[in-house]
């Protein structure tokens, strides 16, 4: 090769890498999870929002590009057999509470109008940075919505709702605004679908649960405190997250086909109209990860050690990065025995029946030798 060959390969194939980088015109990312629920039995509700809170984290996102929204605490509900947590999972490896878990709208704040107010950016002077979406026109933002639904509606504890017109119509003020580069939907709900049937704005790809006419399923349900971990969509979501790295070249048609019927019941449903861009060209941490202008590698570094042993050859070492948490075995494995508690009441049943048993066979007059 001479030496203009040479210098027009090397031109495309760094033209080929930046392509990689800025391909989706975006240079930050955001997330916007919200959970609705409240109550204890709406516990899979929570679970799922700090599922997908937990994956975006490890991916990239600062908490500080991501506003999470849960409407109760059941890291700290009463009823928790194993207070400041939140598993997934009835194996109870994998809590997805964590240590620093950055809550930004709790309890009563998690409104339809606080939520369509950080959309839009319409929010009081005096809002915390913490609790505002500063995105702007070169931004990708992740909306992951979880709770109780029907068909064209979102429900907010149970008390009030958000309907797919004001959804589309907030989408469509964010991107007037400039607020959005491209924008990713996701919705476990019943009848999820519903939900982004009105949307009209561009570069909005929309991901549901079910279709309308359909329920969101639960999974996952753990006797012990008498309630379902998580729905059945985000579950394995979450499993296929968690096999996502920062340099994966995973794309969102293979999002697209999570949880098929065979596992879900319900039917997921996603659209891809309004969006510019082939799916097949977006990748996942477009989304769900963080922008890097970094070349990543999975290969092992191998140091050479400048020190010569005893027999006068140079030494080589190979270093590997430390294995993270086996989180996919986690979710596979068998919940232990020690892990189980009696239900509320059982105890004072067995003692009721013991006392019973006593009477019965030696009478009132013996009572004092038990006391």
């Known amino acids: 090769l001479n030496v203009k060959s040479l210098i027009t390969i090397i031109s495309w194939r760094l033209l080929n890498t930046a392509g990689q980088f800025f391909s989706s015109g975006h240079t930050n990312n955001w997330a916007v999870l919200v959970c609705t629920s409240r109550f204890w039995f709406n516990y899979r509700h929570v679970a ?62 998690v409104t339809v109008e606080n939520f369509l107010r950080v959309l839009t950016g319409r929010l009081p002077p005096s809002t915390p940075r913490s609790k505002r979406l500063l995105s702007d026109d070169r931004s990708n933002i992740l909306i992951y919505l979880t709770g109780h ?9 149970d008390s009030e709702e958000i309907s797919n017109v004001e959804l589309a119509d907030a989408f469509e003020q964010m991107w007037q605004k400039r607020r959005y580069n491209e924008l990713l939907f996701i919705i476990d709900t019943c009848q999820g679908a519903s939900m982004y049937e009105r949307f009209y704005s561009p570069n909005i ?37 968690e096999d996502i790295h920062p340099a994966s070249k995973a794309n969102m048609n293979d999002l697209f086909k999570v949880c098929p019927k065979s596992q879900c019941v319900s039917t997921p449903g996603h659209r891809t109209d309004l969006f510019q861009r082939d799916p ?21 570094p191998v140091l050479s050690l400048s020190r010569s042993p005893a027999n006068g050859e140079a030494r080589e070492e190979m270093y590997s990065y430390v294995d993270q948490l086996p989180v996919s075995e986690i979710i596979h494995q068998k919940p232990k025995q020690k892990d189980w508690h009696p239900p509320d009441g059982f105890i004072l049943g067995l003692w009721t029946l013991i006392l019973l048993v006593f009477f019965k066979t030696y009478g009132v007059k013996h009572l004092k030798h038990i006391f």
């Open 48 to 109: 799922n929002s700090l599922s997908v809170y937990r994956s975006v984290k490890r991916l990239g996102i600062p908490d500080s590009h991501i506003v999470l929204m849960l409407a109760d605490d059941m890291a700290c509900n009463h009823r928790n057999p194993k207070p400041a947590t939140v598993f997934s999972h009835k194996n109870m490896e994998l809590n997805v509470y964590g240590d620093d878990v950055e809550v930004d709208y709790r309890g009563y704040e």
């Open 205 to 241: 790809m929309a991901l549901a649960s079910s279709q309308v006419g359909e329920d969101s399923l639960s999974h996952q349900p753990d006797l012990a405190i008498g309630v379902h971990l998580m729905d059945r969509y985000t579950f394995y979501l979450l499993e296929f997250l």
């Open 149 to 157: 639904g029907g068909n064209g509606f979102l429900k907010f504890q």
């Open 280 to 300: 097949e060209s977006v990748l996942i941490t477009d989304f769900f990860g963080s922008v890097r202008k970094v070349e990543i590698t999975t290969e092992r």
